[in-house]
């Protein structure tokens, strides 16, 4: 199994609501209040936050952008989106959890809703040829230019099927660019469930032979 650092990574969450939300029934002003909260909710300030409605009924967003906009928020009629990129270190993945913490705490989701979870990691081989030999593995022909592999995982401790996705890093040299799509019920313990995450990522990662470091405590 080839072990190796994670250089960046990402966490994304989509929770549709039960029915749509109308302009009036979403409140978003006492939401808007509610999530700059620096106690209670994810501490964003006023200006990170903006709205756009054009139409009296569903048609409007609220959309916010933070972290250094590698942070961002979408409130729609019939959804929600919570996303977080870019991050590098053991610290950032814990202000992630913590925000996502206070979101789900904030949010109060039904219990038969569902969140779709999409994580994403750049991680690095030593060189190129290192990262090319590993990847080759998932090549069954000549003419395949750039192998990559897909595919869904079922693993302990986690009700719902993974999609894993493997393939040549665009972004940082020397590295692959791996993808998990999973989905997970409102009715956790946040607290405990979410640090449950990078297990998920982990254990549905090394069916592929694939392995990573613990995350860095600092770049």
Request: charged share 25%.
């Amino acid at each position: 199994m080839e072990v190796v650092p994670i250089d960046i990574f990402g966490v994304h969450v989509d929770v549709a609501f039960p029915a749509p939300l109308g302009f009036k029934q979403a409140d978003l002003e006492d939401f808007g209040a509610k999530v700059c909260d620096p106690a209670k909710g994810i501490g964003l300030r006023v200006e990170q936050i903006r709205l756009k409605k054009w139409d009296e009924l569903f048609g409007y967003e609220l959309s916010a952008q933070f972290f250094g906009e590698n942070g961002t928020l979408s409130r729609t009629a019939d959804r929600i989106k919570l996303g977080v990129r870019n991050a590098r270190t053991a610290g950032d993945w814990t202000i992630i959890q913590q925000t996502l913490q206070r979101f789900y705490a904030l949010m109060d989701f039904p219990e038969n809703t569902l969140t779709a979870l999409s994580t994403h990691v750049h991680a690095k081989f030593p060189t190129t040829e290192e990262r090319d030999g590993w990847l080759g593995h998932f090549s069954y022909s000549p003419l395949v230019g750039r192998p990559a592999t897909l595919g869904y995982v079922q693993i302990a401790d986690w009700e719902k099927e993974i999609r894993v996705l493997i393939e040549q890093s665009n972004a940082v040299p020397d590295s692959v660019f791996v993808m998990w799509d999973t989905q997970y019920a409102n009715m956790q313990d946040w607290e405990t469930f979410l640090m449950s995450i990078p297990t998920m990522m982990e254990n549905a990662v090394n069916i592929f032979d694939l392995g990573f470091e613990p995350l860095r405590e600092r770049v």
